[in-house]
């Protein structure tokens, strides 16, 4: 239900937000970095982890190119007219509440949640361990923007734990959830579908 005006200006808010707290999204990330080392992971996987003021400055971008496209919700696809007068129309409209499971790339979360709250969805986002402060980072930027535009932060909500179990439990929650996506690679991808209890677009 949220006027076009009004999404458009949460995602410009959050991406002044993220320019604006360039610091704390970097300290954060750093956290997540330090650890990934640690743990020993690939120099490739990392790589994708980094986040810098060019990359934040770019997923700020992304988000604004985003207000910037066309609102889907409630654009017509198709109308016709049967012999009877029946008029028909095939329109757009918002799935509901969409489950994003992703692997731990930071600009995902930011994308992920741009395109859910400008097509009228609400998201869950399920990011990567890896990626956990990184991703609360750029949440709260959106949060930002969400209370600017006067609409609700539970519009993009990340899930608050690194637990594994997590997604085992994201993946049932049918009453809740009206489609999960999974992001990444094969298995994560080959896992959502085996075990997910929502409908899957993998």
Known sequence: LAPTGAKN?????????????????????????????????????????????????????GLEAIAELADPVGAVMAEWTRPNGLRFERRRVPL??????????????????????????????????????????????????LLEAGLSVDAIQLVPTRDRAAVGHLLRMAEYVDVIVPRGGRSLIERVQAESRVPVFA
Request: aromatic share 2%.
């Open 96 to 145: 509901g509440v969409i489950g994003i499971i992703y692997e731990s790339r930071p600009n995902v979360t930011a994308d992920a949640g741009g395109l859910c709250l400008k097509s009228g969805n609400a998201a869950i986002l399920r990011g990567g361990s890896e990626s956990f402060h990184s991703s609360g980072a750029l949440v709260a930027a959106m949060h930002a923007g």
């Open 9 to 61: 200006a949460a995602l410009r808010g959050a991406a002044a937000a993220m320019r604006q707290d360039v610091d704390r999204i970097l300290t954060a990330n750093a956290e997540d970095v330090a650890a990934a080392r640690a743990k020993g992971q690939r120099e490739s996987m990392i790589d994708r982890l980094v986040l810098d003021p060019p990359r934040i400055d770019g997923i700020a971008s």
